[in-house]
C-alpha cells in the first residue's frame, strides 16, 4: 500500500504542457539597484520614477516596480488546523494572515499577483457554497507558506490578471475560455512559468499535504485557462490519491496529511467527488476510446468499489449527527448546512444500487430497442430505489419545513450580505437533490409533470444568484467556481420538465450564463439544450404521451474533446420506413452558435448505451452485443 501511494504521489511529475518550454528572464546582478524589475529584464534605461517606471507604462502598459529589500521571514507559517469544525463550515477568522508581505516575495510582480489571487478565492461565486473554510482559509494560507503552493497560486493571480487586461479591451461580455490568443501577454506568460516552477518543486518534494493542495489549485488553473483536458488529468490525479488515503487501513499516510485530517480531506474530497461525475460526459478525447478518470477507475476496480460506493466513503470523514435525527429549529446557516451533508451522503445510497442494477441487468452492449425500453421501466421501477428515495424525501421534507423559518429570516434581510448569498446557493444545493435525484419519478411524463413547481423555484433562485454575480463581480475570472452545479440543473430542466415555458427560459438562462462551473463548458451546454428543444419538437407530432416520452428515454450525449465536441443521440422518425430509430450526430463547439452545423455519423458501439462506458466503465467492446 505505502509503495502504491508513493507511486501515486510521484506521478504529478509528469502532469507537464507544452508552455513548460517558457524559461524564466534570468536577471544579471550586477545591474544598478535603482532600475526597475521590467528595465532590468529588457536590459534598458529606467527613469526610476516611482513607483512605477514612466517608460515602461508608455512602452508595455505595465511596470514590476522596484526591490524593497526587506528582510525574508524566519521560518514558515504555522499551519492552524481546526479539529472542530468540518471542512465544508465558514472559514476560521483568526487562522489567516490578512496582509500580505513584501518580504514573501521575490518581486512586486509576484506579490500583486498572490493579491490577485487572494481576491479571487475570496469571490461570491467561489467562497458562497460549501468549503468556503478552504477557500477563504486554508489553501491562502499554505500559499503563504509553502513554495509548490504559492507558485500555484501566483500563477493563477496572474492568469487571472491576464483574463482581466483582455475583457478591458475586447467587447465580449461573456465568458471565453479558452482564450484564441495569448501573443504578446506578458501576464500569461508568467502565469504558465508559475505553473509549470510549481510543477517542478511538486516532482521534487513527496510531502502528501502539498499533493492534495496542489491537486485542487492545479484543477482550478487548468479551468481558469480553458485547457480542460489537462484539468482532467488533475482530478484523475487527485482522486486517485485521496482514494489510496481512504482505503488505507493502517491509516500511516492519512495521519501525515495533518494533525486532525478529516476537516481537510473532507473538503478536498467534496470538491473532486463534485467533478467526478462530470468527468464521466466530459471526455478528453472520444468516445468509446477514452475511459473517464483511468487511473481513478482502475483504483476503485481494484478496491471492489464504483465511483458511487466511493463517494460514500464520504460519511466516514464527516462530523455527522449520530443519530440522524433533524433538529427541531436551526439558527444559523453552518448548523442547517451540518445536517444537510448528513442528508445528502445517505441520499448518495442510489447511486450503488443504480450501478449494481444496470451491471446485473445485461443490457449492456445490447442494441435491441425492446429491451433497453424494458431496461428503463425495470430501472426506474426497482423497489430498492423506490424504497431508498421514498424514505430519502421524508428526510428532505422534514429538513425543509424545520429550516424554512432560518431561510426566510435571511432572504427578507439584507440581498448585499454574504449570508444572503450563501443561502441562495445551500437552497439550490437542496433543490438539486430533492428535485433532481429521485429517478422513480422519471417512470413517465405525468410524474415529472408534478416537480414543475420546483423547477420553477430552482431558476428563480439561480437566477438571483446569477444577477448578484453579474452586478458585483466585474473580472470574469471571479466567475469560476469548482463546486457550483447551475448550469448542469439548467441543462437538466431544458431536458426534463415537462412545461415547454419552463424548459424555454432554462435554455435562455444557458444563453446568458455568465460563470464557469466546474468542468462545464456553458456554450456546449447551451447549444445541446437548443438542440433537445429541436427534438422535442419533432417528437411531439406522433404518439401518445407515453410512447412520447418513453422516446425521450433514449436521448444520450457525451462531451468530447475536453467539452469542445458533442455527441447526441436521440429517436427520430425515418422517412424512408416511417419507423422511429436512433440517430447520433455530432458537432463543435466553436464560431456563432447560429452557423453550427449538426452531422450525423453511424451509431458509436453498433448503437448500444453509451452507459456502459459512462456509468459502468464497462466498454461496448467487452459486452455481449446482442
Known amino acids: 500500500m505505502a509503495d502504491s501511494l508513493q507511486d501515486t504521489i510521484s506521478t504529478e511529475k509528469f502532469f507537464s504542457n507544452s508552455d513548460e518550454t517558457l524559461r524564466e528572464a534570468k536577471v544579471d546582478p550586477q545591474e544598478s539597484v535603482e532600475r526597475c524589475f521590467t528595465c532590468k529584464k529588457r536590459h534598458v534605461k529606467c527613469d526610476e520614477t516611482r513607483p512605477h517606471c514612466n517608460n515602461c507604462l508608455r512602452s508595455r502598459g505595465h511596470c514590476a516596480g522596484y526591490d524593497i529589500n526587506l528582510k525574508k521571514p524566519s521560518g514558515p507559517t504555522q499551519i492552524c488546523w481546526d479539529s472542530k469544525h468540518n471542512g465544508h463550515l465558514s472559514a476560521p477568522k483568526s487562522s489567516l494572515q490578512q496582509v500580505v508581505r513584501a518580504s514573501d516575495f521575490d518581486d512586486p510582480m509576484a506579490m500583486l499577483y498572490f493579491e490577485e489571487f487572494l481576491g479571487l478565492v475570496r469571490g461570491p461565486w467561489i467562497s458562497a ?132 485530517p478529516k476537516p481537510f480531506l473532507l473538503s478536498v474530497t467534496s470538491i473532486l467527488a463534485l467533478l467526478a461525475p462530470q468527468a464521466r460526459f466530459v471526455l478528453p478525447g472520444s468516445v468509446g476510446q477514452d475511459r473517464p478518470l483511468p487511473n481513478f477507475i482502475r483504483g476503485l476496480e481494484s478496491n471492489g468499489l464504483t465511483m458511487e460506493s466511493f463517494i460514500t466513503l464520504l460519511g466516514r470523514l464527516s462530523r455527522s449527527t449520530s443519530n440522524h435525527v433533524c433538529p427541531s429549529t436551526f439558527t444559523t446557516l453552518e448548523e442547517y448546512e451540518e445536517y444537510w451533508w448528513d442528508v445528502r451522503t445517505r441520499n448518495s445510497a442510489v447511486g450503488p444500487m443504480a450501478v449494481k442494477i444496470i451491471k446485473s441487468s445485461g443490457i449492456m452492449g445490447s442494441t435491441e430497442g425492446n429491451a433497453i425500453d424494458a431496461f428503463y421501466k425495470n430501472l426506474l421501477r426497482n423497489p430498492e430505489i423506490q424504497m431508498i428515495c421514498e424514505n430519502s424525501r421524508k428526510a428532505m421534507h422534514t429538513l425543509s419545513d424545520v429550516s424554512l423559518p432560518l431561510f426566510n429570516e435571511i432572504l427578507t434581510s439584507d440581498p448585499q450580505s454574504a449570508t444572503y448569498l450563501k443561502a441562495i446557493h445551500l437552497r439550490l444545493q437542496f433543490l438539486q437533490v430533492y428535485a433532481f435525484e429521485n429517478p422513480p419519478q422519471y417512470f413517465n411524463a405525468e410524474t415529472l409533470a408534478l416537480q414543475t413547481p420546483l423547477f420553477r423555484e430552482y431558476l428563480s433562485l439561480a437566477r438571483i444568484a446569477l444577477g448578484i454575480a453579474k452586478r458585483e463581480v466585474p473580472n470574469i475570472s471571479h466567475h469560476i467556481s469548482l463546486e457550483c452545479g447551475i448550469a448542469w440543473h439548467l441543462l437538466l430542466i431544458a431536458f426534463f420538465c415537462r412545461d415547454p415555458l419552463t424548459r424555454d427560459e432554462a435554455v435562455q438562462m444557458l444563453k446568458d450564463y455568465p460563470c464557469q462551473d466546474g468542468l462545464w463548458n456553458v456554450r456546449a451546454l447551451y447549444i445541446l439544450a437548443l438542440k433537445t428543444q429541436h427534438v422535442e419538437r419533432l417528437n411531439a407530432v406522433e404518439g401518445t404521451s407515453k410512447e412520447q416520452w418513453q422516446r425521450l428515454w433514449r436521448r444520450e450525449y457525451v462531451f468530447e474533446d475536453g467539452g469542445n465536441g458533442i455527441v447526441f443521440r436521440y429517436q427520430e422518425k425515418s422517412d424512408v420506413t416511417g419507423f422511429w430509430q436512433m440517430v447520433e450526430e455530432v458537432t463543435q463547439v466553436q464560431g456563432e452558435i447560429d452557423t453550427m452545423i449538426w452531422t450525423r455519423r453511424p451509431l458509436t458501439g453498433f448503437g448500444a448505451l453509451t452507459m456502459g462506458d459512462l456509468v459502468t466503465h464497462q466498454s461496448t467492446s467487452e459486452a455481449n452485443i446482442t
Open 129 to 260: 457554497v460549501s468549503n468556503a473554510g478552504l477557500w477563504l482559509g486554508t489553501l491562502p494560507q499554505l500559499a503563504r507558506s509553502n513554495n509548490p503552493i504559492r507558485c500555484i497560486a501566483i500563477g493563477i493571480g496572474a492568469l487571472s490578471v491576464s483574463h482581466r487586461k483582455a475583457r478591458a479591451s475586447n467587447t465580449c461580455k461573456g465568458l471565453m475560455f479558452p482564450r484564441s490568443r495569448f501573443d504578446g501577454d506578458t501576464h500569461y506568460q508568467s502565469a504558465v512559468r508559475y505553473y509549470c516552477r510549481s510543477l517542478k518543486l511538486l516532482s521534487e518534494v513527496y510531502a502528501i499535504q502539498d499533493v492534495i493542495s496542489s491537486s485542487v489549485l492545479l484543477l482550478f488553473f487548468e479551468v481558469l485557462r480553458g485547457n480542460k483536458k489537462t484539468a482532467l488529468n488533475h482530478l484523475n490525479h487527485g482522486l486517485t490519491l485521496l482514494l489510496a488515503l481512504l482505503t488505507d487501513e493502517t491509516h500511516t499516510y492519512l495521519h501525515s496529511v495533518a494533525p486532525n
